[in-house]
């Protein structure tokens, strides 16, 4: 009997086992739900119908860190392959030098007190279908630790890969428009945004009216995906209003990085102060009417870029020293969206301060951008003068002042109870509410604009006095990424793992006991087990 019920239990056991090998059922019990894949992901990985190959170059001999950041990544390919055909192409990896691969250098005291140099490659390389594209692993964000780095890199391992699928999938390049026509930067002062925009999108430039064409054709803007307004400086006309809006009623996304104010940086440079005027672009109603407000006013923040002055009173010897500029704020970043998750601080000169309005119209709104702890409000007409490079710290009452917010849901148009404009082609009736869709608004245009330096475009973001590069272009990307996500894909930023981290100093203190402790707790479990089996099997047969 006893046999019997053995063989029926190993039967069991194999099928059960043949069943998790041909069926594979997991079960992720983590919190944070770590080795999980979101329903966008699956999906995506579903549409593949040929092999993916993937080559992982972090290899070698690597440290505890960047072994675990190896480990996460061995696990996101394993939690792919239920999706789809994911192969390792060992092949790709001598190609890193040929694809410009920079590798970055990891400087580590041993424990006897000598410093060891590794040289690592954090990425990977996927391809599909002859396609090829490169995936970052490691995330360097100024301001954070190694382990903070190490842990946001593991938090986007997922959207990562999922970037790098959707480009290798994606059959016709979408397009976005940058429009022209009212004293907006020039090409070479967008260069980096259209540079940074182009491995996603075809990015176009142009005007909404023609004055060779008087009429505007209403649906001239329905192509693109998105549209990007950057520090414009002259009003828009009731046509161009007209457009932008019924665009955005059927579905169409805005990001508008538009200025507050108007001021002259020639005159701040040349006169040393410059007035400060309310900049009336024509927009106001419109972005009242979707629900926010860029105010007629500057923010101050103690928390800012330096500008070099001459300190020196001789003209011949000139003395350039460092002096904080409060016009120039390093603005913080929301971790509560998906745009903004684990960025660094954003580089900006004369930004307005941003209200959001309407509260009960269904919009969602997110904060992306504020002021640190220690901020003003510079209210208009007034003026910006270099030699106010002392402020008075009592004045800096202010907190986290909003200058970037985002928006969900369905708008109500500017123009639903009016008559359309002349000059417009089309008899198709005003819509008078949105389909749903989304809209940034960034209280300045110097958040998109890059510097020249020796008629060279530098990265957005990057000041050329401190040499420090600010998270401008990654924070721009990311806002045009989640304004045309319509899979869901840029929701993936926002994964969280919990940052465990060990105490160091406990670690070495307390080492010898934590490996004999670690070492002798499962011989005795096991002891004890064997011990309990032992005295249960006496009893059993001493009764009989």
């Not at 940074?196 to 329905?222: C, M, W």
């Not at 910006?384 to 402020?391: D, K």
Request: net charge negative; charged share 25%; with cysteine.
């Amino acid at each position: 009997m006893e046999i019997r019920h053995t063989l029926i239990g190993v039967g069991i056991l194999a099928v059960l086992n043949a069943a998790a090998y041909l069926l594979p059922v997991r079960w992720d019990m983590t919190d944070d739900k770590h080795y999980s894949l979101s329903e966008a992901s699956k999906t995506l990985l579903r549409q593949t119908d040929a092999p993916i190959e993937v080559a992982v170059l972090l290899k070698g001999d690597l440290n505890s860190g960047f072994r675990r950041l190896r480990k996460a990544t061995e696990e996101t390919l394993a939690e792919m392959e239920i999706y789809a055909d994911i192969k390792d192409f060992n092949a790709l990896k001598d190609l890193k030098d040929s694809l410009g691969l920079r590798p970055i250098l990891i400087h580590e005291r041993e424990q006897n007190g000598k410093t060891a140099q590794t040289t690592v490659y954090p990425y990977a390389l996927m391809t599909y279908k002859g396609k090829r594209a490169i995936v970052t692993l490691l995330k360097n964000t100024r301001g954070l630790s190694g382990e903070e780095n190490l842990n946001a890199s593991i938090e986007q391992l997922e959207f990562a890969f999922m970037e790098a699928l959707q480009l290798l999938l994606q059959r016709e390049t979408p397009r976005v428009a940058i429009l022209e026509g009212h004293g907006e930067p020039d090409e070479a002062h967008t260069y980096d945004l259209m540079s940074a925009l182009s491995k996603y999108f075809q990015v176009d430039r142009g005007t909404i009216a023609n004055s060779k064409e008087p009429a505007i054709d209403s649906h001239i803007l329905d192509g693109y995906k998105a549209v990007i307004i950057a520090a414009p400086k002259t009003a828009f006309d009731e046509r161009e209003r007209f457009v932008i809006d019924q665009y955005i009623m059927r579905g169409g996304t805005v990001l508008w990085a538009i200025d507050g104010v108007r001021f002259s940086e020639q005159v701040l440079q040349s006169e040393g102060f410059t007035p400060v005027l309310p900049l009336e672009l024509g927009l106001t109603e419109m972005l009242f009417r979707y629900g926010v407000r860029v105010n007629p006013a500057l923010v101050q923040d103690i928390q800012c870029l330096p500008i070099p002055v001459n300190v020196s009173s001789d003209p011949q010897q000139p003395n350039l020293q460092p002096m904080p500029w409060t016009f120039a704020p390093l603005l913080l970043t929301s971790q509560g969206s998906p745009i903004t998750k684990n960025m660094g601080q954003v580089m900006s000169t004369f930004v307005s301060p941003i209200d959001a309005v309407g509260g009960e119209d269904g919009i969602e709104k997110r904060v992306l951008l504020a002021t640190s702890t220690a901020s003003r409000l510079t209210a208009t007409p007034g003026e910006v003068n270099l030699n106010e490079l002392n402020p008075d710290m009592r004045l800096f009452q202010y907190q986290y002042i909003p200058v970037a917010v985002s928006m969900e849901g369905c708008f109500h148009s500017a123009f639903a109870h009016r008559m359309t404009p002349d000059g417009i082609t089309g008899d198709e009736p005003i819509r008078k509410q949105s389909v749903k869709t989304r809209q940034i608004v960034i209280g300045s245009g110097s958040v998109v604009v890059n510097e020249l330096q020796k008629g060279q475009a530098l990265p957005m973001g990057y000041d050329r006095y401190s040499g420090m590069q600010f998270s401008n272009r990654d924070f721009i990307v990311n806002a045009v990424l989640w304004l045309t996500d319509a899979e869901g894909l840029i929701s993936l930023r926002e994964k969280s793992v919990a940052l465990r981290l060990l105490n160091d100093k406990r670690a070495h203190d307390e080492r010898t006991k934590i490996q004999v402790v670690s070492t002798m707790t499962p011989i005795l479990v096991l002891a004890l087990i064997g011990g309990m089996v032992v005295v249960v099997r006496k009893r059993k047969y001493e009764t009989k």
